[in-house]
């Protein structure tokens, strides 16, 4: 496996890296960023996994999101993907909510789609993979995973299909239910096609409704979010958590919008929570 | 004087905004951000100014300075503004540190720069004018200055020539003497001409050497700053600073380089260094 260096700063006494290697699952080159904070010689640190949403690439939250202060004072690592496979030879589509940079955390079965777009098999299994064998700091055993807006889906979608391998999860802004909103049905029809049922395994809502449990989850949402209740409808996954029996823990943040503003103020909560879960 | 709002969106409990005005200084539209972190009504809160480097626009900052957090806890306005005029009428250069993004905070003089990059008349006097009026918690009686690089240099140089306006000095890897650097001789000739002796008023060891004072000022430089022996060089003003009796923290970071990943790492220390002193 091709593996290449793009870049590494230092920054909060750690190092701030961008990597590319050629992926299997997507058949393109791809591209993420890993903060690795100082550390003894030998020590294993949790990974936190970051999943970012429509057309971003790993550099919006590693040049935004404010993480790497906290994740040094924690002692996380910090993994950023992007958001689809990319390149020339991938088929896209003009509008911003499908095809490059809306992956949306899955694996196609649709033409043209299901060759390159398998973002599920990717963060699910070849970039863990690949973060295990380039970063000996990692410790695999103790993995956390958030998200925002198509990347808050993920982290939800991917955690509860994977309980056992995060010990802990949370989202900034979240897609809670592509069964019930405009962007969802858009991206799952054209992905997955149109036969809802198989739509479950990819909606939060949904997966837990089918019985998918996870311990707590954390969730901020800005108020002033202007996707709040065409696309995101938190309230669908407080009804399915306390339903459920999930210690949901949804903050409602009065004047926030869906920027980084808005998940660079909350990071350092979210890196806490999964710091007291991870360690 | 025209004034339009071109975002403002809340973080860390306060407001991140982006404005333009018409500038006479200039005479071209001008943008700036301003972060006022949440107050009481009436309250009165200190401005630190952040002069940015080459080819920055305020954005720079505003997205990857990580200030927010500590101006927030410090109850501190951070102002950043341009670093040149813009505009297809202005005249430019195809050189990266000269023409646009490369106004050096000086005021022109020879042609054809004169007539818009009027950047020290522009940050020493329309845009505080412009943050007084416009922002009624900015308290103009506790200012502080700091910036990265040429604007380094802009922060040393503006607050050398005006001592009074400002109660707390930084910069992070400023270029101290334009005399004796490649970047400063380029600009300052193409600007102000050949004549050496009217540099000196643009050039913070020539200033200082000349006799003017400031109490303190805290620098942080990279030692893997790919600019620190040819640019940069803090000997020159560790040297002007110990002749003149002035208190210079000079700290020297291992492993750091020229980028925001080393300006975000110490803007906490900064913003605290100066909170120390404003209130």
Redo the contacts between chains.
Sequence with gaps: MTFETVSE?????GT?GVYSHASGETGTPMTFSVFVPDHADGAKLPVLWYLSGLTCTYANVT??G?F??ACAEQGIIFVAPDTSPRGDDVPDDEAYDFGKGAGFYVDATESPWAANFRMKSYIEAELPALIAERFPAADMTRQGITGHSMGGHGALTIALRSPDRFRSVSAFAPIVSPLNCPWGEKALTGYIGADRADWRSYDACALIEDGARLPDILVDQ?L?DNFLEEQLKPELLEKACADAGIALTLNRRE???H????I??FM?DHVRWHAERLK
Tied chains: 1, 2.
């Design positions: 700063n230092k920054a909060f006494g701030q040049e935004k404010e790497r202060a800005g002033a004047g926030y919008d920027s980084y503003y808005f660079s103020t350092a």
